[in-house]
C-alpha cells in the first residue's frame, strides 16, 4: 500500500477509539470471553474492491490472533456474491473490530469505483482524472490511496504540496500578476504555482504572469476549447467546477490535461460489502 504504515495507524486508532468508547457493552455482556468464530466479508454490488489491507489491520488493532484471509487485492473487480475475505478468531475481538473494518472498506471501494467509472468516461483522450482536498476530515490519506487505486491520479495532497491562487487570493494580493509574482519570491523552484481562472483575460494575465498550471473554473466546453487553443501547451490546463455533474467526455475533448472532481472523495455512496458470521463448533 502507498501510504505510510504510521498514517494509516493513526486514521485506525481514531476510528476503533471513537466506536468503542469505554468499551463494547453488548459483545461484552452477550458472548463468552473464549467463543470463536468465522466471518465472510461478501460483495452485495458489484465494485472495484479497496481497503482489504485497512481492514485486517484494523482486526489486528484488536487482536493479534485474529487470522484475516483475503482472496483479493485492492483495485481488483469483485462482482455480487464474491467472498473478499474470510476471518476466524476470538468472536469478541471480532465483533469489536467488525464495524470499523466495514466503514473503511465500504468507503475506500466507494471512492475506487465511483474513479474507475470516471476514468473509463474520459477513455482515449488525454485527460487525467483528479481528486481534490474535499477529502473526509482524517481519512485524506485512505482515500487519495483509494482514487489512485481507481486509476485517477492525486491533485496536492495538503496546503504545502504547491500554490494554488484562487479568487480569495487574487483578491488579497490585489491581482493575479501580484499574486504569482509574490508566489515566485518566495517558494523554491521545485514548486508549481496554479493560478484558478474564470474568463479569458483572466487566462492571458495568468500565462503572461507566467503560472504553471491553470484552473479552468466553471467554463463551458466551448470556453475551455478556447483556452486550450490559446493556451498552446504553454501551461497545463485543469477543468474544475461541478464535474461531477458534466458529461466528462465531452469535456475531455475539449483538450484539457487534467479534470478534478471533489465529488471523488466527498460526494460518494459507500459500497455495499456485508460480513457475516458464524459460531466455530
Known amino acids: ?16 477509539e471513537e466506536d468503542i468508547g469505554s468499551g463494547d457493552i453488548t459483545t461484552l455482556s452477550t458472548i463468552p470471553e473464549n467463543t470463536t468464530a468465522h466471518g465472510r466479508f461478501i460483495a452485495k454490488q458489484d465494485t472495484v474492491i479497496c481497503g482489504i489491507d485497512v481492514a485486517e489491520k484494523v482486526f489486528h488493532k484488536i487482536d493479534e490472533t485474529v487470522c484475516f484471509k483475503a482472496y483479493f487485492s485492492d ?8 467472498v473478499i475475505a474470510e476471518v476466524d478468531g476470538n468472536a469478541r475481538s471480532m465483533l469489536t473490530a467488525e464495524r470499523c473494518a466495514l466503514n473503511i472498506m465500504q468507503r475506500l471501494s466507494g471512492v475506487a469505483q465511483r474513479t474507475a467509472e470516471c476514468v473509463e468516461m474520459v477513455k ?26 481507481g486509476g485517477g491520479t492525486n491533485h496536492r495532497y495538503n496546503l504545502a504540496d504547491g500554490v494554488l491562487i484562487k479568487d480569495n487570493h487574487i483578491a488579497a494580493a490585489g491581482s493575479i500578476t501580484a499574486a ?24 492571458n494575465e495568468a500565462l503572461e504572469a507566467g503560472a504553471d498550471i491553470i484552473m479552468l473554473d466553471n467554463m463551458s466546453n466551448e470556453q475551455m476549447a478556447e483556452c486550450v487553443k490559446i493556451v498552446s501547451g504553454r501551461a497545463l490546463l485543469e477543468a474544475s467546477g461541478n464535474m461531477d455533474r458534466r458529461n466528462l467526455y465531452e469535456v475531455a475533448k475539449t483538450g484539457v490535461d487534467i479534470i478534478s472532481i471533489g465529488a471523488l472523495t466527498h460526494t460518494i455512496k459507500a459500497a455495499d460489502i456485508s460480513l457475516k458470521f458464524k459460531l466455530n463448533q
Open 124 to 149: 482515449g483522450t488525454k485527460a487525467k482524472i483528479a481528486d481534490t482536498r474535499k477529502t473526509t476530515p482524517g481519512m485524506r490519506a485512505l482515500e487519495k490511496y483509494a482514487v489512485r487505486i
Open 180 to 203: 504569482v509574482t509574490n508566489a515566485r519570491r518566495f517558494i523554491p523552484h521545485t514548486l508549481k504555482i496554479e493560478v484558478e481562472v474564470e474568463t479569458v483575460d483572466q487566462l
Open 1 to 16: 500500500m502507498q501510504i505510510y504504515n504510521t498514517q494509516i495507524d493513526k486514521i485506525i486508532e481514531l476510528a476503533l
Open 75 to 82: 483495485g481488483d473487480l469483485v462482482k455480487t456474491g464474491d
